[in-house]
């Protein structure tokens, strides 16, 4: 295995409460090499999530042979093979002038499936950085790999896997496990040939997209479906790209294609195993299909919660869908919204009863941006604050204390001492993904509604309301300029003089004084995924009740004195791994398992005491 992901350098300064002279790395600095950025095209490929999912686990070969009989006899100083389809001789050959093709049963599909899957995978350094992508003409991507391995890799001859097409394309229904469209891995309007798919210009580690098709022209190919004419064609299409491979590249192994022309029930009755998605298109769970799996959990992840009296923050529902109308008002966040409190107070005070949900919009999280912002935007974002308190607890000011132009008076919530009730509205605060648009909405009605200083709804929202979240340096700026409006005007503080919100507001930690805006992420309850500016925020991990760091490939600098205070046994530093692409992190899995392992044993035995919440700290780690 090895890492696909690459570290730009870049200065970063040092925040006002740190002097230079007190800052220690952790351990010594890691040099990365510069590469020519100006050379890297701007038309480089978008990555996309991996598409094909692969059957072999990672690491060296297992100890003991897994408990199941091998498929015949073999001598002790007999080669191990590495594929059941490796040589077909088992199977029915069928040849065309120069060409063949070989007939495959269900059961030998799973079969071998099954066998490949307990295979080990080789060593990293045989199959990268051609898995990268390594286009001739890419002269950047070429010069990157080049100057880093000494020579760039061409087509690994240590692969045999297996790739699994379906002859009709339609991955929704019928689909086996790992499955691929033919389009996928030829070229379309082509006489069998394989598609070209490293990139011809750009620099990236985070080809994702390509791997199917690079991991075909290394596999036995087997076609299936049950239109035998249809998966006739498309084999003797792919058996002549194997074989147009195979001239352009003499080293190359010679790979074969299968087909298997069955009823699908075949597979489901007696195979189901490998089934991906049945003939109904229903996941059957007995695959793990890491696109559902991640969609999956993004929902349960960022999934609407009640942040405060009947206001939620989730992601953007389905349109006219019975979710959706659980909800009287939705407020979607995006670059494209605008600050408009005047519609939440006239929704307030309309007297329609009308059940259809009403949609507005609100800025996005970064795209209020001081210095520039004006004193209308702050008292938009606190207006919007108002109307929503209104809204979600049922009452509007009276029209005693409208003003000549007859907007109601937003100047302070405790001089209105006379209400209208009515009926409370449910509200949904919403972006795509649940969290990233709406972050500083979030952050700011939180902090207005419960009377918290900003700094403490930032942690709260996270660590109480279970919320993820990704803000800006930007919002942070934003949210602590008006945070003393944001609880002087709050209805929870409406006892508190002036003097008590201001002393709450400048007794600022000192970690926020650091914060990006974004926290690290929370993977299970005990572990946090973060980054080099989480790592070099140390008050922000106590926090949060983070106990144990494992930095990967990355130097943190801390203030003198903070690595005694956090225990030097509590930090584990990876070096010489970094994010480029190269240096492969399999060597140091079990370091890194056993200091996550003797970290957890010894959770309750952290120093840095309850968490903001009250409960006792786990050990949580932050992984770079």
Known sequence: MSRTMTTVALPRPVPPHRSASSIVTLTSPIAIEPINTQQVSSAAPAPIPNKHIPVCPTGPAPVREPNTPPPSPAREDAPRRISLLCPPSKFERVESGSLAIYKISPGDVAAALDYISRQPLPDPSQVFPWLHGLHPSNHIQQTFFMSRSKSVRQMPNCLRGITVVK?????????????????????PDSEGEFVEVDPREGFSVRNFQIQAAKTAVTSDIIVY???????RKLGW??????????????????????????????????????????SEGRL???VVDFFHQERAEMYAMTKATEISRNVWMGPTLDPGGEEERRYDILIECSDLGRLNPAALQAIAEGSSDDETPLHLDFPSSGSILPPTWSHAE???ILDTCKWLWHLSHGSVPTKSDADIDGDSSMSDVSEATEVEMCRP????????????????????YFSY????????????????????????????????????????ESPVCADMSLLEITNLVKNEPRWLTSLDGSFPSRIVD????????????????????????????????????????WGPDNVLVVEKVQDNGIDPLTKEFEKCMEFIGTSWSAQRNCDFGPLPCGRVAKCYYLHR
């Open 237 to 278: 299409e792919i058996a002549s790209a194997q074989s147009k491979w195979r001239k352009k590249h003499d080293s190359a192994p010679k790979y074969h294609t299968f087909t298997c022309v069955s009823p699908f029930m075949d597979f489901e009755n007696k195979h189901s195993g490998i089934v991906a998605t049945d």
């Open 378 to 380: 702050a008292d938009g």
């Open 449 to 488: 509604s419960t009377g918290r200083p900003v700094h403490q709804a930032w942690l709260d929202l996270h660590t109480k309301m279970k919320r993820n979240f990704f803000a800006y340096p930007t919002d942070v700026a934003l949210l602590t300029s008006i945070a003393a409006r944001l609880l002087h």
């Open 425 to 444: 509205r449910k509200i949904l605060i919403h972006c795509a993904d649940g969290y990233t648009e709406s972050t500083m909405l979030g952050i700011a």
């Open 526 to 565: 005990y572990m946090y995924l973060g980054n080099l500016v989480h790592a070099n925020n140390p008050d922000l991990l106590k926090a949060m009740g983070i106990g144990q760091i494992l930095s990967v490939g990355e130097t943190a600098m801390w203030r003198d004195g903070d690595l005694e205070q």
């Open 225 to 231: 479906g049950e239109d035998a004419s249809l998966v």
């Open 167 to 187: 002859a009709d394309g339609d991955l929704s229904v019928a689909r086996l496990k790992g499955a691929i469209a033919p389009n996928e891995l030829l070229r």
């Open 284 to 286: 059957t769970g007995s």
